[in-house]
């Protein structure tokens, strides 16, 4: 029996995925712009033993319910939010275990400062660093970058593709192992001869230059994926070491698992070189009534309307212009691919009943038996390996479930009772580096300046 992987699921901002809740009693998403909110947050996860604390981003706002901005403004739908990257040094320093998995957009940044900052980050967090690699989805970050539109779907993964690339270029063949001397006394710091020039010259980008950063712990960052698209898949299969899925069904998840696991095997990696994780609400109470007690009081905080108007910008519809029992066909190519085709044929009042808590997550509600039966279940049955907890009340929720579902799981020994020693990516696959049946590999020395050029 594998044990279960866990991550908080969070976002420098206000409102995240349940929406409205920040209006709760006790609830501190509105501090989210004091550092001991976060600090306070990072300690709390690593006395649970959480993997990581995984940190979503946007660029652009949900501005495609009703055409404008006000509801996202009035329930802080992910407005406002800040940049992730600035909270990772600081809650690093006070902790020694817990890792960070946070969400950059490649397409609009240039691959060589973009390498400089993750290696950066992997140094000051002692190699406990993860990139969740995304291209966007939203037509108002493409205008505010200066562009009409969001680049095809498919498109947007093709750049992808060579964005890693150029990245695993610097990352992995940039500086040898052995470049760095630091001997005083031979007045040499680094062997310039084993620091090599990088040349790109692709369809997106070209580039030359040598990578700024000395080899950090784990060279490439942890990486980190979401989508079930076709393209989405393929992408994940070449790239993904951790990625997050989403399904109504433990059987239905078990077969995106299965999808996403042949994609490995199929770009010549191994099935478990993914570790796959499901985003998931718990409620918990010592009994199960008054866990749905909690529900119950929770339901009266949320707002199923702001999790419409998050929703409608993932698909790019305006689902206010539907009835409540007008069935909603979603429109190829828009927003989240993934999402939009699992959901056509939906109608408002569907949605607005799935939204109860601000969000189409899944919630599970009970005891702490009842809670660690329905993760084991779905662990088990959708072959996934752990979850994305995301805060419906924030810290309660986290705390609830260290002081309640841990101790559960650990008896059941499906949860580590002791962090293992190393990196991030040692943790999760016993290695600080990626294998040599990774494309990034490929870069590594013996190198020449020519190939790949």
């Not at 420098?12 to 006790?26: E, K, L, Q, S």
């Not at 909270?87 to 817990?98: D, F, G, H, Y």
């Amino acid at each position: 029996m594998k044990p279960i992987l866990l991550n908080a699921f969070s976002m420098n901002c206000v409102g995240h995925i349940h929406h409205g809740m920040w209006t709760y009693p006790g609830d501190r998403s509105a501090d989210f712009n004091q550092l001991d909110y976060w600090l306070d947050l990072a300690r709390t996860l690593e006395a649970g033993l959480f993997d990581g604390l995984f940190l979503a981003d946007i660029l652009g706002v949900y501005d495609v319910y009703r055409g404008n901005i006000d509801l996202t403004a009035r329930e802080a739908i992910q407005l406002p939010v800040n940049d992730p990257l600035m909270l990772i040094s600081a809650m690093a320093s006070v902790t020694r275990n817990l890792g960070f998995g946070v969400t950059a957009n490649l397409s609009y940044e240039a691959p060589y400062p973009f390498a400089r900052r993750f290696s950066t980050l992997d140094h000051l967090t002692g190699g406990r660093i993860g990139w969740n690699v995304v291209t966007g989805y939203l037509d108002s970050a493409a205008r505010a970058m200066g562009h009409t539109a969001q680049q095809q779907h498919d498109r947007r993964y093709d750049q992808a593709d060579e964005f890693l690339d150029v990245n695993y270029k610097l990352w992995e063949g940039s500086w040898e192992e052995d470049a760095l001397d630091n001997n005083p006394a031979r007045r040499r710091y680094a062997d310039p001869d084993k620091i090599h020039l990088i040349n790109h010259r692709g369809e997106f980008y070209q580039m030359s230059g040598y990578h700024l950063s000395a080899p950090s712990p784990q060279r490439t960052p942890l990486l980190f994926q979401a989508g079930t698209s076709r393209r989405g898949i393929q992408f994940a299969g070449r790239h993904a070491e951790c990625t997050f899925v989403n399904g109504s069904t433990p059987e239905a998840m078990r077969d995106k698992t299965r999808l996403l696991r042949q994609a490995a095997v199929d770009a010549g990696r191994k099935p478990g070189d993914i570790k796959i994780f499901m985003g998931v609400g718990v409620i918990v109470a010592p009994t199960a009534r008054q866990a749905r007690e909690k529900r119950d009081h929770y339901l009266a905080a949320a707002s199923p309307e702001a999790g419409l108007a998050h929703f409608s910008s993932s698909i790019n519809i305006d689902l206010a212009r539907f009835g409540l029992d007008q069935p909603i066909s979603m429109a190829p190519g828009g927003g989240i691919e993934s999402v939009s085709s699992t959901y056509s044929g939906w109608t408002r009042r569907q949605l607005l009943d799935q939204h109860a808590l601000g969000s189409r997550y899944p919630i599970i509600t009970g005891d702490p038996a009842q809670v660690a039966d329905a993760l084991i279940r779905w662990a088990d049955e959708g072959d996934i390996d752990g979850f994305n907890l995301t805060r419906i009340v924030n810290p309660q929720s986290y705390q609830d479930f260290i002081q309640l579902v841990v101790p559960e799981l650990q008896q059941r020994g499906r949860y580590k009772t002791a962090y293992t020693p190393g990196t991030l990516r040692h943790k999760l696959f016993g290695s600080d580096r990626l294998p040599e049946r990774h494309p990034a590999a490929r870069w590594r020395h013996p190198y020449t300046t020519t190939q790949g050029a």
